[in-house]
Nanobody
Framework: QVQLVESGGGLVQPGGSLRLSCVVS????????MGWFRQAPGQQRELVAS???????KYPDSVKGRFTISRDNAKNTVYLQMNSLKPEDTALYYC????????????WGQGTQVTVSS
């Protein structure tokens, strides 16, 4: 099963930036599309960024222009650069690999908490 270790979260003021990292093991990382997800209290988990094995990226309108996903296949790591953060970005952030189009694997990491507050 895939193993995922997220890091880089924290408390940041509105308008600030954070860079999340996710180290992936137990799969052939370079061959998988990857995604960053978030879940706020009382809400469903949502996809906020995805990157294909070839490097193509997609974002929902809620984060487009503010978030950037990237990957380093040599380090088995996927990143999420988050700029111009808003209080509504507050959530637990997870990464995962897709085993089918837009279908994440069943195993999840512990996530990393992002809190945007003044």
């Amino acid at each position: 099963q895939v193993q995922l270790v997220e890091s880089g979260g924290g408390l940041v003021q509105p308008g600030g930036s954070l860079r999340l990292s996710c180290v992936v093991s137990k799969i052939s990382f370079k061959n998988y599309d990857m995604g960053w997800f978030r879940q706020a209290p009382g809400q469903q988990r949502e996809l906020v960024a995805s990157i294909t094995s070839g490097g193509s990226t997609k974002y929902p309108d809620s984060v487009k222009g503010r978030f950037t996903i990237s990957r380093d296949n040599a380090k088995n790591t996927v990143y999420l650069q988050m700029n111009s953060l808003k209080p509504e970005d507050t959530a637990l952030y997870y990464c995962n690999a897709f085993w089918a189009p837009r279908v994440p694997m069943n195993n999840w990491g512990q996530g990393t908490q992002v809190t945007v507050s003044s």
